[in-house]
Each structure stands twice: as C-alpha cells, then as structure tokens.
C-alpha cells in the first residue's frame, strides 16, 4: 500500500506562485509514475503532469511551460512548481503514483488563484 500526502497549497494573486509537494510512503520511484491532477467542482480530475520511473516528463497543454514536475528520490517527495498562475488553475491538485492498472491517490491540497 502506497499513501500519499499533498501539501503547499493555498491562496495566491493572479501571476503568483505556489509549490505543491506530494510525499510518498517509502521508495516508490523506481517502480512508479508520479503525476498530478487538477480538479474543480462538478467536473472531472484532468491530468496535469507525469514523470515516469525512468524520468520522462510530460504536461497538459494548459501548463506547459508555467507548471514544472520534480521530484526529489532522498525525500520520497514529488514537487509541482506552479508559477504565472490564472484563476483557472484555481481547484483541488491531486497526486497519484501509478504501475499499470495500480494507482494510488492522495487526498489533495486546495489551490485558489484570486485577487
């Protein structure tokens, strides 16, 4: 069983930044993709960014080149760097790890872009 942690979400100007962190219970890279959702009321959760166990990284196409995946294999911790953020980005940021048809979540951290 894998658990999940998000934290560093909050509420930030229109064009602000925030970092989000994903811990993992132990080592999990190796074997799994980490990727962060994005999710607002009444909709469903749209991917937002992976980085695989081999390191690949893809985006949405909605944060290319505003949002940067990291992660971080001593602290067990996925990072989501969230920069020129837009009210749209507003939501619940989701972090999952996934091998296959295995996935887990955690229980999300609340993003508000507003002024």
């Known amino acids: 069983q894998v658990q999940l942690v998000e934290s560093g979400g909050g509420l930030v100007q229109p064009g602000g930044s925030l970092r989000l962190s994903c811990a993992a219970s132990?080592?999990?890279?190796?074997?799994?993709?980490m990727n962060w959702y994005h999710q607002t009321p009444g909709k469903q959760r749209d991917w937002v960014a992976t980085?695989?166990?081999?390191?690949?990284?893809g985006y949405a196409d909605s944060v290319k080149g505003r949002f940067t995946i990291s992660r971080d294999e001593a602290k067990n911790t996925v990072y989501l760097q969230m920069t020129s953020l837009r009210p749209e980005d507003t939501g619940v940021y989701y972090c999952n790890a996934r091998e296959a048809l295995i996935g887990y979540w955690g229980q999300g951290t609340q993003v508000t872009v507003s002024s």
């Open positions: 980085i695989t166990s081999g390191g690949t990284i």
């Open positions: 132990g080592s999990i890279f190796s074997r799994y993709a």
